[in-house]
């Protein structure tokens, strides 16, 4: 089965320009997480969804940050506008059952200059 | 709150070499534990886990076992070969959080 794949690979924006990410789950999966991760460091929970509902975004930035997920599958995060310190690796995930474990994309590297 | 503490890297072993790498945690309930592994540019795959107590994990010649007298979830390989070098994370997961916390990773590097 085809995994959760994510799109672009890489990006390089300027500062204060939007950018937005793609993610397109594991089909069956219900529960679709967004991660990000910093140089040297772990993964990092921004926002979780159970179907179609944000059930999680307690550490999503929302002056700047925005998801959305439409009809529970397909997911698409966006910034705007990016700062320097957005430049991490943006990984989504999605499971069936949390406690089994997460299935990660390949992630979005994204370069704030 | 739940938190993963992992062995600083980088970790460099010859080929063959035993490799442990340390992990500790700290969480309220009984949390699910995890290792996943993170090769050059790539995401992350789920390496081994462990449900409950004295449950032992193993994947790929890797192994760790939940012991929940310690909260430890170490990670051994007896031989460790060239094409091990990735990063290595520590998770855990527990119902109460309902989502994966992870350690901030140890980079394994296995020279020849």
Request: glycine share 10%; proline share 4%.
């Amino acid at each position: 089965e085809a995994g959760v794949v994510q799109s672009p690979r890489y990006k390089i924006i300027e500062k204060k320009q939007p950018v937005a990410f793609w993610c397109n789950p594991i089909s069956g999966h219900n529960t679709l997480y967004w991660y990000r991760q910093n140089l040297g460091q772990g993964p990092e929970l921004l926002i979780r969804y159970e179907n179609e509902e944000a059930v999680d975004d307690s550490q999503l930035p929302k002056d700047r940050f925005s998801a959305e997920r439409l009809k529970g599958v397909d997911s698409t995060l966006k910034i705007q506008p990016a700062e320097l310190g957005d430049s991490a690796v943006y990984l989504c995930a999605s499971s069936l059952q949390g406690s089994y474990g997460y299935t990660f994309g390949s992630g979005t590297r994204l370069t704030v200059v | 709150g739940n938190s993963v503490t992992q062995m600083e890297g980088p970790v460099t072993l010859s080929e063959e070499a035993f490799l442990t790498i340390n992990c500790t945690y700290t969480a309220t309930g009984y949390p699910s534990l995890f290792w996943y592994v993170q090769y050059p540019g790539e995401g992350l795959q789920l390496l081994l886990k462990a449900t409950k107590a004295d449950d032992k994990g193993s994947n790929k010649g890797f192994e760790a076992t939940y012991r929940k007298e310690t909260t430890s979830f170490h990670l051994e390989k007896g031989s460790v070969q060239v094409s091990d070098s990735a990063v290595y994370f520590c998770a855990l997961y527990t119902g109460t959080a309902s989502k994966l916390t992870f350690g901030t990773g140890t980079r394994l590097q296995v020279t020849l």
